[in-house]
Nanobody
Framework: QVQLVESGGDLVQAGGSLRLSCAAS????????MGWYRQAPGKERELVAA???????NYADSVKGRFTISRDNRKVMVYLQMNSLKPEDTAVYYC?????????WGKGTLVTVSS
């Protein structure tokens, strides 16, 4: 059974930085896209950043220039470096990994940015 486990969420002041990590356990093969989503209280889950098997990336406009997504295919991990954090970045951040037939989610890690 595949499980994704996020780590790195914390309370940080505005302007600070955090690095989120997501590790996959179990048998997962031929991963295409890996990504990070977030859900703030009272809002829908939204895509933050995605990285594709060829290395291409996609970012939400709100995080461009501040966040960087990366992946380690050998370790089956995905990372999100978050700089210049803002209070509006406060949310539960979820890791996602996709294969041709499956879509896997972690349980989330809380990021709180104080003003």
């Amino acid at each position: 059974q595949v499980q994704l486990v996020e780590s790195g969420g914390d309370l940080v002041q505005a302007g600070g930085s955090l690095r989120l990590s997501c590790a996959a356990s179990g048998s997962i093969f031929n991963i295409g896209a890996m990504g990070w989503y977030r859900q703030a209280p009272g809002k829908e889950r939204e895509l933050v950043a995605a990285i594709f098997s060829g290395g291409g990336t996609n970012y939400a406009d709100s995080v461009k220039g501040r966040f960087t997504i990366s992946r380690d295919n050998r370790k089956v991990m995905v990372y999100l470096q978050m700089n210049s954090l803002k209070p509006e970045d406060t949310a539960v951040y979820y890791c996602n990994m996709q294969t041709q037939y499956m879509n896997y989610w972690g349980k989330g890690t809380l990021v709180t940015v104080s003003s």
